[in-house]
Nanobody, 121 residues
Framework: QVQLVESGGGLVQAGGSLRLSCAAS????????VGWYRQAPGKQRELVAS???????NYADSVKGRFTISRDNAKSTVYLQMNSLKPEDTAVYYC???????????????WGQGTQVTVSS
């Protein structure tokens, strides 16, 4: 079973930057779309950014212009560069991979442990 491991989270002041990494144990990223999601306390998990096998990207309105998703298939890694961070970006961030409709819907049977991002004001 392919495992996805998120890393790169931490505590940062508002306006700062972080780069999250999502590493796969196999080469699934070359044949699947990948999404970054986040879940804040008391809120539902939401799709933040996604990237297709062809490199097309989509972003939630709340992060457009601040976050950038990219992929390195050779390294089986997908990144989320987060700039101009705001306190409302505080959440646990997760990644997952699958066919595009599943990435958009977020209907996965399993999730990794995620990585905590905390933005202080």
């Amino acid at each position: 079973q392919v495992q996805l491991v998120e890393s790169g989270g931490g505590l940062v002041q508002a306006g700062g930057s972080l780069r999250l990494s999502c590493a796969a144990s196999g080469s699934i990223f070359s044949i699947n779309a990948v999404g970054w999601y986040r879940q804040a306390p008391g809120k539902q998990r939401e799709l933040v950014a996604s990237i297709t096998t062809g490199g097309s990207t989509n972003y939630a309105d709340s992060v457009k212009g601040r976050f950038t998703i990219s992929r390195d298939n050779a390294k089986s890694t997908v990144y989320l560069q987060m700039n101009s961070l705001k306190p409302e970006d505080t959440a646990v961030y997760y990644c997952n991979a699958g066919v595009p409709f599943r990435v958009v819907s977020g209907l996965f049977g399993s999730w990794g442990q995620g990585t905590q991002v905390t933005v202080s004001s």
